[in-house]
């Protein structure tokens, strides 16, 4: 037998009051940050398409081969001309914008707080429950608040992006400094090293396997977080999803789709192989 409760508990009822007072408090510091991350994702977005197309190709395939080897140039010409070949160029570099900018803010913020967490246990116990729920919810659920108080396109995509692809760079960067092993530490403290130049030159070397793991994992999972901002207006490559899916173009949202794979790739092999190319030894 059913049980009706003569209530229903709505989250809306306490959310909306709340958001309506950030709003109405708040506004001037949500206008400036909008303003800031508009601009950066212009200034981004304006050197991404700063040449023609073929000629932005060539360039990336240039740096592709510079930065890691030919294959990886191969894989920019492949990716891109593809992009290019079918018409959906402009939404591609909307889509790397917000990517790119969407990753160096996530890093930024969560490569010095997992080394934080690396060296406070207390603070490690306080973040685990916090990460475990950010993992688990599902990512479009990240677009809600951030739609609410920023409104729609491509500042609420990018907050939600990066919220989104912070924690498993924090995490990765927590559990790589804390499998460094102790004998490498202690040769540190026995050589009078401060604690910065341990850091430097023993536990990031080290941890760099796993750090790199982390880095690919927070580009991906923005990639796919803006891709999924096209429902809110954010541009870019997911936009042309949902119009496909909406209007039931399957050609759209084919071409759509197997640009997104090809950016996800380009993205993934050149990250993985600059990273991680040997040094060359000075003089």
């Given at each position: ?143 809600i608040p951030a739609v609410i108080i920023f409104s729609l396109g491509r ?76 429902l809110v207006g954010a541009g870019g490559l997911g936009s042309e999803v ?42």
């Open positions: 037998m059913t049980t009706i409760l003569p209530f229903t508990i709505s989250p809306g009822n306490f959310v909306a009051p709340a958001a309506s007072w950030l709003n109405t408090n708040f506004h001037p510091l949500f206008a400036a940050i909008t303003s800031v991350a508009d601009a950066i994702l212009n200034a981004v977005l304006a050197v991404l398409t700063a040449l023609p197309p073929l000629w932005m190709i060539a360039v990336v395939a240039v740096l592709a081969w510079l930065v890691a080897n030919w294959r990886v140039s191969l894989l920019a010409i492949f990716s891109l001309g593809f992009c290019w070949a079918m018409g959906l160029w402009n939404a591609a570099m909307q889509t790397v914008d917000l990517v790119i900018v969407a990753v160096v803010i996530a890093v930024a913020i969560a490569f010095p707080m997992g080394i934080w967490a690396s060296r406070d246990k207390r603070v490690e116990r306080t973040l685990r429950p916090v990460l475990d729920v950010m993992q688990t919810v599902p990512p479009w659920v990240y677009l500042v609420p995509a990018l907050i939600a992006t990066v919220v989104y692809g912070a924690p498993p760079m924090l995490r990765l960067t927590t559990l790589a400094l804390n499998q460094v092993p102790k004998p490498f530490l202690e040769l540190g403290d026995a050589l009078g090293s401060a604690r910065s130049t341990t850091l430097w030159k023993i536990e990031l070397p080290l941890a760099k396997p796993t750090l790199l793991v982390g880095l690919n994992q927070c580009i991906l999972l923005s990639l796919a977080m803006v891709v999924l901002a096209g949902t119009r496909g899916l909406s209007r039931m173009e399957m050609g759209v949202g084919l071409r759509a789709g197997l640009s997104i794979v090809a950016i996800a790739l380009l993205l993934d092999r050149l990250s993985r192989a600059a990273l991680d190319r040997p040094r060359r030894p000075a003089g």
